[in-house]
Structure formats: C-alpha cells, structure tokens
C-alpha cells in the first residue's frame, strides 16, 4: 500500500495549506498596524494611511533622503580651526532645516485633509 495515497496525508496537506494561508494573512495584518517615524514632523503615522496617499508616500520618501542628507552633514564636519570650511558647512544645515520645515507643512497639511 503507497503511503502517499492513504486519505490522511491529503488531509495533513489541506492542513498545512490552511495554516499557511494563516500564517500569511496574520502577517499581513501586523504589517497594516506598523506605523512609518516621521522625524521632521515628530510624530508616527500608520502605513495604511501612508500607503493610501500618494503625497505622503513622496513624503516619506523625502523624509528618508532628509535623513541621509543630516547623517552626511554631520559626518562631514570641519574642524573648528577652518573657518571658512565651517561657515561652509555651517551654512548648510539651514537649507535642511528649510527642507524639513517644507516637509512638515506637507505632511500636516495631508494629515489635516485626511
């Protein structure tokens, strides 16, 4: 008699199917309760809410290029005796901080219409 043909094992694999679709479909619920940092505007905002409007999914985008641009910006700071390199970098933590103000007044306008 095959072992591959008895009524159990078909049931085992319906079985195991089952608890995969499971598995999946609680994943994908956990995943619809994350919620994305938003560092420029201090706040958590769900994915779902992100995911449904195409201006915050270009924000968190423009957060994270605002994240890499501060971490090079801190990485490449002169030293205090080379003043002009420091004016120089100085200088340029005003553009970004105009870059995160413009993020905040994006991303608080779209929570505000949502």
């Not at 994915?47 to 968190?60: D, F, G, R, Y």
């Amino acid at each position: 008699m095959d072992p591959k043909s008895t009524d159990r094992t078909r049931g085992s694999e319906a079985r195991r199917a089952a608890g995969r679709r499971e598995r999946r479909d609680a994943r994908k619920q956990r995943r619809e309760t994350w919620n994305l940092s938003f560092e420029t505007f201090g706040t958590r905002i769900p994915t779902s809410v992100i995911a449904k409007s195409p201006t915050l999914l270009m924000a968190a985008v423009e957060e994270v290029c605002w994240r890499v641009s501060m971490d090079a910006w801190l990485a490449a700071r002169p030293r205090r005796w080379r003043r002009h390199a420091y004016a120089v970098w100085s200088a340029q933590l005003a553009d970004l901080e105009e870059k995160r103000e413009r993020l905040r007044n994006l991303v608080e306008a779209e929570l505000l219409a949502c």
